[in-house]
Each structure stands twice: as structure tokens, then as C-alpha cells.
């Protein structure tokens, strides 16, 4: 072995045991989180990698239209989809990941220790947050157990869903009155109903839709897409009201192509509408300038805390249209991120659940909390 060698072999050991190190200060609750930060940023420094290097540049999100843009559509929908085994090289990015987004369960009390007497106000996301992904968008449903839960945070804390999906399916799903609903990605917002007219879902109590005007431009849209896209087998388009969905899971692979095509072709006769990209579904929304983090402000805004620094607001997501929130948050240096995966992403949260599963759990805690502390305040 050459020198060079043996020299680059004892800085792999070396580097391995500081990430250690970190990992195991980064999963304690020991040390207050400034000091946790601090001692990755200096572990980051040590390995001779900056925080931001650590972690894979996410598909481009910016909006694709026209023909020309089909193929990196199609590469972008492969990449959402990864089933292949992960390399050597990518494990390693994955624990330097968890090391800079550590787990909202193991940073339980350091979170709460942040909140510093603030107002927590409860934002959550649905597909993949609340309930578990499924390949029929028909049946996401959440689990008795946490709408159980849901109800006790919403007992505790101002509690909204913000959702891609339309308002009446979210509530068809969700059935709890005492929330804060944003369907259409934050396009149509409304406040909790009065208990006589819960049933349906439907009440007089919206408070913002801000795209109204293009009802009618997405519900032609929404025809053409299903005429369009019927003679690809396993293609559907979900109607979100202000918004369209064409998911993509339950379509052979070899077929990819060919339905990112026909829709990005219609979308060419439709300057005002732009197609994003979520978890195997491809998103056709409004050019407008409103996003999950607008619907964040705006309600942060209802609830009388727009300039308020007595705020804690925590938003769990999922999907890369969570992150315009967590944006929002990281630029109000209020509250705190948290996106739900498993395997590293690109992200502007600052901490990680699994699973929806793992979501029930951080929200009990939370009930439990506050319990607690309500409780000794009494004292
Ligand atoms: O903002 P969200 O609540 O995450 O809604 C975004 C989309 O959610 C649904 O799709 C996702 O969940 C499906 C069911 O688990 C899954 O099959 C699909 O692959 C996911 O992307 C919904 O079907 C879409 O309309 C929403 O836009």
C-alpha cells in the first residue's frame, strides 16, 4: 500500500467515526439544539463537506411546457420513482442527511423547549402525511387512530390540512369540522364549520380562492386531459377544482412517455396553466402566485399572527409542494419544518419523520405535552 493510500484510508476511519459522533449527539436530546447545529456544522467542516454538498440536487422543479420539455419530464418522473438499490456512495449521503435533518421524535423536547411559551399552530399535509400512500387516490384513507388524534390536537392547537387534493375529497377523508382546510394547493381555503353543518362538508365559511377565475379553464382542461389520456391503460385525472392530477402509479413505465406527451401537448394551448410534479402524479395548476406557503401566511394571517412573533406554527409534509411552506417558515426564522421520508431529499425542513405512522406518533406526543404543561400551569 502507498503512502497516498494509507493516508486516504485513515481519513475515511477518521471522517466515519466523527459522523458517529455526530449522529449519536444528533439523536440525543443532551444538548440544546443551537449547540447540536453548531457541532455538525463543525463535524461538516471537519469532513470537508459543506451542509449543502451533502445531499443529492433534487429533478428541477421549475414548470416544463411544450413538446420540447417531454423528456425531461420523463426523466423527472423516473426519478420520483426510485426502486433500484442504492449505491455505497448514496447510504453515505443518506446518514449525512439524517445528520443534518434529525428525527422530530428523537428532537421531541428540544422542539418544544423552541416554542418558549409561543402559540403552536398545527399545518399538515395529507397524502403520504396523514395516510399512508396507495395506489388508488380513491382510497387514501386515514386510520381511525389518527383521526382520534387529530382530534385531540385540534382540541389543544389552531390545526389546518393543506392539501393538492379538492376540498370536498379532503374532508370526505379527514371528517373533522373543527379544522382548517386548504385544498387545491392552498387555492381554497376555509375555516372550521358549525358543528349543524358538518355533514357534507360543505358550509358558508371559505375564506380565500384565489383562483377562481380559472374554474372554468381548468374544468375544459380537465375533459381534454381525460379524452386524451383514456387510451393510456392505468391513466386516470383527478378534477382537484382548482387544480388537475394525473397520476402516474399505476402506469406501466414503458408508458411514461407517452402520457407526458399528451399532456404537456394540451398544455401548450393553455399558456396560464403550468404542470409541476408530485409524488407520481403530475400536477397542472394555475400560473398564479399562490402555493402551500401563500396558504400558510394567509392563515398564519387569519389567526391574527401575521407580524406576531408569539407564533410557533409546525408544518409535516411530504411532497416537494410542502417545501414552498417550509421556505416560508426557514424565511420567517418561525416554527419549525418537517418532512415525512425515508430517504434523503433536498429539503428546506429542518427535521424528519418516516412515515405517516411516525406523524400519529410525533402528534401524540405533542397532545401529551400539552397536557402536561397545562396541567402544571394550574399548579
Ligand atoms: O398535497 P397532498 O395532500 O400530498 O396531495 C397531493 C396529491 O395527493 C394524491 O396523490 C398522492 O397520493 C395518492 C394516494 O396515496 C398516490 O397514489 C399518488 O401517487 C400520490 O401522488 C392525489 O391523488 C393527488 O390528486 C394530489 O394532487
Redesign the pocket.
Known sequence: MTNQNMLGKSRVIVNERLMELAMSISNSNVLPRTSVSELMALFGGLLGRHKNNLIKPLEDDNDHKGATKVNAWIDSMGASSPTRTRHESENRDQTHWTLFHPSALNMFNQIMYNTNGKQIIVFL?????L?P???D?DK?YMSKKMRVTLKDIARRFPTAIV???CLDKLFSFVRLAELYYAGS?GMDIKGPTNRRSTKKGNNDEVLLQPASEFLPMINEVYKILVEKTKCVPGAMV?N?KFCL?V?F?NVDEKSWAPLAEQVSLVLNDYPKLKLTQ????L?IRPTIKWDKGRALEFLLESLGFANSKNVFPIYIG??R?DEDAFKVLRNRSQGCGILVSKISKETNASYTLQDPSEVGQFLRHLVDWKRTSSRSHKL
Open positions: 399535509d395529507y397524502d403520504g402525511t395516510s400512500i396507495v395506489a387516490p387514501a392539501s393538492g387534493r394547493h383527478e382537484n392530477s397520476p402509479r408530485g409524488r407520481k402524479v400536477e411530504d411532497d409542494t
